[in-house]
């Protein structure tokens, strides 16, 4: 029987060592797969190993116990997870508990006390069926210079990027899809378009195996960035709406105007608009809002940059006309906008 893989996180380097060492792992139906000494490189290593059961210090630098088992949740709602501190916590053990944690140890650890850790993570673990979803290996791809497997058959294929770990629903019998990792961002390759893709993702464009690396990260990264899905194009030799969009998301830090933007498409601005609001049932100029919001609301959570600088970055040189733009679209303020989501960051 395979055995469970096993995540062991303290940012103490003897702690861990001493988790590892305690008892018979093996033994027990557990294989370690990953060794972390901080929260964030658990969640960045969770994707390549997928772990079934992790054991978590409370404290660590980055980010508390409880919060690495609420990230890990949302990528893997069935991993199974073990607390330790080293203090007699109860609102820590409560948050554990609600959580849905199997167990909470107090250190300094006792054999006795991890070894029925271990027999009530794998009792859980029993009641869980194991997808091959969950042990297909990850492959690693260089984002300087995207290599991709190819997908059997010569088939098209499309590639779901994320900045976290995810899991997409399951696949139909017979189709292909293939866990990668290209730097610091999350992918699943397929060979079929999927109907829903979680909230967090984006979609690429189908690429044809002689132009599929740069093309597929390229198309990835803009769905990602604009928090939308590339429309699919009617009929043959028009002008293509997807490259519209891709073009839009590419340079929505830029000024454009409607006369610019049928400009470089070498077509009039009547067409381009008619065109556009036909085969996505949005103007140009309610696209290009939209993607720049949602890009501020990215920008907002995740990275320190000012709001002048997020509002730059989203292609908007007048702060006070984005700050009215932004609670327009969200309902509220960027600035409380951030504030907020530092709160409920769990």
Known sequence: MEKYRLMLVDDEPWALSGMEEIIDWEQEGFSIVARCECGSEAIAKSALVCPDAVITDIRMPDMTGIELVYHLRQSFP??????????????????????????????????????????????KLSQFERSAADTTPVIPVDPEKPVFPEAPGGLDSYLVLSDSAFRLPPAEEGKWCQPVQIGGQFGCLLDYEPETIPEGCGLSLPAPVDRQGEWLLRTARASLAGGFRFVKDNGRGQL?????????????????????????FFVTETYLCDRFKKQTSESIMSFLRRIRMHHAQTLLTSSRLSLREVAFACGYSDYSYFGRQFKAEVGITPDLFRKEKRYTAY
Request: charged share 20%.
């Open 240 to 264: 293509s709406v997807a490259e519209i969009q891709l073009y839009l998301v590419e340079n929505m830090r830029n000024e454009i105007t409607l006369k610019e933007l049928a400009a470089h």
């Open 78 to 123: 069935n991993v199974q997870c073990v607390v330790a501190s080293a203090y007699s916590d109860f609102e820590v053990a409560r948050e554990a508990i609600r959580l849905s944690a199997v167990h909470y140890l107090l250190k300094p650890l006792t054999a006795s006390d991890v070894l029925e850790a271990a027999r009530m993570l794998s009792q």
